[in-house]
């Protein structure tokens, strides 16, 4: 998918309106996950997807090709910059809030595989059998695994 832009100024104005909307839904998500709300965050996953592709894309073309928008006024190349660095900035809040609850979430996972591990390691004592030999204690044959660079 791609804009469907008629002039400079029109593609600017897509552009500006695209950017505002995405900034919009990235706020919204890294708002979600500061409150510890990550459920409200994936309500708009699809959204947000989908418009990073065509930002992205609309970007890369734009960079590619500077020709599709030098015939716009400065006003409103000016307006395309504030959209951008104003989603520059919004990114770099959800990189921070995303960094912020991978780490909670680590701790909780390692909290639990530990207490877990825990609970194993001191199960049923070892007992006596028939022949009066120590037998085994009660052991979980179940395995829990924690990869420490998720």
């Known amino acids: 998918m791609a804009l469907a832009a008629e002039s400079p100024s029109d593609r ?12 919009a839904l990235v706020a919204a998500q890294a708002a979600a996950f500061e409150a ?5 965050a994936m309500a708009t996953m699809e959204e947000t997807s989908r418009l990073a ?7 890369a ?6 020709a599709l928008i030098s015939g716009a006024t400065l006003q409103e190349r000016a307006r395309l910059t504030r959209a951008t660095e104003a989603i520059d ?30 609970q194993r390691s001191h199960g049923a004592p070892a007992g006596y059998g028939a022949s009066g030999q120590k037998t085994q204690a009660n052991v979980d044959g179940s395995a829990i695994t924690l990869n420490r660079r998720a």
């Open 12 to 23: 600017i104005e897509q552009l500006v309106l695209l950017t505002e909307r995405l900034t």
């Open 36 to 40: 510890h709300k990550p459920a409200e």
């Open 53 to 59: 592709n065509l930002y992205r894309h609309e970007s």
């Open 61 to 66: 073309k734009i960079r590619a090709n500077p």
């Open 89 to 118: 900035a919004v990114l770099a809040r959800q990189s921070r809030a995303l960094g912020a609850a991978k780490t909670v979430t680590e701790g909780i996972v390692r909290a639990i595989a530990e207490e877990v591990a825990s």
